[in-house]
């Protein structure tokens, strides 16, 4: 199952997040990065084999507070596909 973790603190790395999750087997720990700045963006994907371990990972890390933040965490969503229409390619009005 994949987790969404949400208000993580802009502080966070890659090893705080999979050290967080280090007790619930996760498989695979994706902290988002900004391209441009090079920080977290303040979220990220966790995946978990066990969806009991997910489930008591959800239950036992959702509404934690971590360095001042109350994190989010939940079943991952898919991922909506996005209009490839930008507004760049639209015509001009003058």
């Known amino acids: 199952m994949r987790l969404y973790v949400g208000n993580l603190p ?3 790395s890659q090893d705080d997040l999979q050290n967080l999750f280090s007790d619930y087997n996760a498989s695979n ?3 988002i990065i900004d ?3 090079d920080r977290s963006k303040g979220f990220g994907f966790v ?3 066990s969806n009991e371990e997910a489930k008591q990972a959800i239950e036992a890390l959702d509404k934690k507070m971590v360095d001042g933040k109350t994190l989010t965490v939940n079943e991952a969503r898919p991922q ?3 209009d490839n ?3 760049f ?3 001009r009005r003058f």
């Open 80 to 82: 909506e596909k996005r």
């Open 10 to 12: 802009y502080s966070c």
């Open 29 to 31: 720990v994706k902290l």
């Open 85 to 87: 229409n930008r507004s």
């Open 47 to 49: 995946d978990i084999e």
């Open 35 to 37: 391209r441009d700045t």
């Open 89 to 91: 390619n639209k015509p």
